[in-house]
């Protein structure tokens, strides 16, 4: 389709699917396709000139809010592949046994992996997360400690100096951290710089870091690096990554971990940081 395509052309449906991204911040195919009656490959046409307009990005099965610098909306992230960070959640809970300490950082499939922790046993959890911590709060055999520092109104995420500074106390055992993109060289990416700021401390002060991240993330762009692959010890995310990210996993001995309704399968042994 040519370039000379503009948002004036867009007919009633595409204006519609547009003010469905904008507001759940992704779209589906087949949902679309079921809302407005139409067949898929109809809706796929639709979203690849949205795409070629620059509206939107196309993932599998469907489309993302186009954007670069600034994120989507706390209600717009945590509905977005919201089947998938349940899973990923799940598996990246059964790789933190009870009687540990933790780090549960930002980020709405942190918040996933909080709530499939509440039956267990002797830990100690601190977040920056004031969700996590409301998760946790009445759990009698977890113990839960809050960062100190500035709180979002957006989400409830801690940020500033203040909780670098109390996460630089602790050396904890396993660090859950999320990202809002992930480069295909192996690079970790988020929007805010206070954010940034905190994650690279809890990853400097975790033993373990378990990095969960749904495969849109492959799919968008952040400006601000977190970290390298190489300073995560687990990635669980829900579909195989391309071949050249998988084998940066392999080379810096990342266990890659594919999160399924069916099980969870680590496709890269893992080694420790520092073997």
Same mark, same amino acid.
């Not at 469907?62 to 994120?71: R, T």
């Not at 113990?143 to 670098?164: K, L, S, W």
């Not at 809002?180 to 690279?200: F, H, K, M, N, W």
């Given at each position: 389709?040519? !370039? ?5 052309? $867009?007919? +009633? ?20 396709? %079921? ?36 994120? $989507? =909306? ?32 930002? =980020? ?29 709060? %009445? ?46 060289? =192996? ?16 990853? !400097? ?5 378990? $990095?969960? !991240? ?8 952040? +400006? ?16 195989? +990554? ?31 940081? =520092?073997?």
């Amino acid at each position: 389709m040519s !370039a000379q395509v503009n948002a004036a052309s $867009l007919n +009633p449906r595409q204006k519609e699917i547009l003010n469905h991204a904008r507001i759940r911040g992704e779209v589906q195919v087949e949902q679309l396709a %079921e809302t407005f009656n139409v067949t898929p490959q109809t809706i796929r046409r639709d979203l690849n000139q949205l795409r070629e307009l620059g509206l939107l990005h196309r993932v599998h099965g469907g489309a993302i809010v186009h954007d670069g610098v600034s994120n $989507l =909306g706390y209600e717009a992230r945590r509905r977005i592949s919201s089947e998938e960070k349940e899973v990923i959640a799940h598996c990246a809970a059964q790789l933190i046994p009870d009687d540990t300490s933790l780090f549960i950082n930002i =980020g709405t499939t942190t918040e996933q992996v909080a709530r499939h922790l509440v039956s267990r046993v002797g830990l100690l959890v601190i977040s920056n997360n004031i969700n996590v911590v409301n998760t946790l709060r %009445e759990c009698e055999t977890i113990q839960v400690m809050t960062a100190g520092g500035i709180v979002r109104r957006e989400d409830g995420g801690i940020v500033g100096d203040a909780t670098v500074d109390f996460i630089a106390q602790f050396k904890v055992d396993f660090a859950v951290v999320g990202a809002s993109a992930i480069e295909e060289d =192996g690079t970790v990416l988020d929007y805010d710089p206070r954010e940034v700021r905190v994650a690279q401390a809890i990853i !400097a002060n975790a033993r373990s870091v378990i $990095l969960v !991240a749904d495969s849109t993330k492959f799919e968008r762009n952040a +400006p601000m690096r977190i970290t390298d692959i190489s300073n995560i010890d687990y990635f669980v995310t829900d579909r195989m +990554p391309a071949p050249a990210f998988t084998a940066i996993c392999r080379e810096r001995g990342v266990t890659l971990v594919i999160a399924a309704r069916s099980g969870c399968n680590a496709m890269v042994d893992h080694r420790k940081r =520092g073997d």
